[in-house]
């Protein structure tokens, strides 16, 4: 039995543990539900806005708080992945440094002293499936591509890339800063739909132990 694969991929004020997670997005296959966290500020209009920039169906909801942000994507969680054969997928999610979804998590809901939501939840990171069972090298670069934008544009047709309203990861923080959360939105979308693509297509040419699928579940619980 085939796992039903979900990308879930945020986006943070910055790389400290002083900073918070601005957006949590998960991709599933009738569309995309984004939580984004605008520390207080109205921002009005952002599904709406987000909805004309992307094809596909995405639901938005805006929180006060990292915290209620946290708490309405734990009970999504819940409801969502009980009960369903599910495979949680990240692009780079869980090596410091180089993908941080999975471990800026784990350290955001220790401080808030939120239950763990994945519980029973099997997770598989997409990057090294992609990077090592796929030839990413491109004819004017000496390197493979490793990035999700650059090996996505690689393998699969780019259309995610064209919806993308940043040129750098790193202009999310930006984006947050100055309260241009609809802009946030859009790239948090883009980059599961990527990543979402790259997942299918490892489906489509990969065996199930490349997938590397390991459990998310605490070794204790509350």
Same mark, same amino acid.
């Given at each position: ?14 790389f400290?543990?002083?900073d ?7 991709a ?10 605008t520390?207080?500020?109205?921002a ?9 920039r992307v ?5 938005v ?6 915290? @209620?942000?946290? %708490? =309405? *994507?734990?009970?999504f969680v819940?409801? /969502? $992945?009980?009960?369903?054969? +599910?495979?949680? &997928? #990240? ?13 800026f998590?784990?350290t ?8 763990w ?9 997409v ?19 490793g990035?999700?934008a ?5 393998l ?10 940043f040129? @750098?990861?790193? %202009? =999310? *923080? ?5 309260? /241009? $959360?609809?802009?946030?939105v +859009?790239?948090? &979308? #883009? ?18 132990s490349?997938?590397n ?5 605490p070794?204790?619980?509350?």
């Open positions: 039995m085939t796992l039903e694969q979900v990308v879930v991929d945020i986006e943070t004020s910055g400290s543990v002083d918070v997670v601005t957006t949590v997005g998960f599933v296959p009738l569309g995309v539900r984004v939580f984004v966290q520390n207080g500020q109205e009005p209009g952002v599904e709406a806005a987000v909805g004309d094809e596909s169906h995405v639901k909801t805006r929180h006060e708080s990292e915290r @209620e942000l946290f %708490e =309405a *994507v734990s009970g819940e409801v /969502r $992945f009980r009960d369903e054969d +599910v495979l949680l &997928v #990240a692009y780079n999610g869980e090596r410091w440094k180089g993908g941080f979804d999975v471990p998590l784990r955001q809901y220790a401080h808030h002293d939120i239950d939501p994945f519980t029973d939840v099997p997770y598989a990171d990057m090294p499936l992609v990077t090592n069972r796929f030839n990413t090298t491109v004819s004017d670069e000496d390197e493979p591509r990035d999700l650059g090996v996505y544009e690689a699969c047709d780019g259309r995610y890339g064209d919806m993308d309203p040129a @750098e990861s790193s %202009e =999310a *923080v930006t984006a947050y800063e100055n309260e /241009r $959360f609809a802009e946030l +859009v790239h948090n &979308v #883009a980059d599961m739909l990527r990543t979402r693509s790259l997942g299918r297509l490892a489906e489509r040419y990969c065996s199930k490349d997938f699928v390991k459990s998310l579940t070794t204790t619980e509350g």
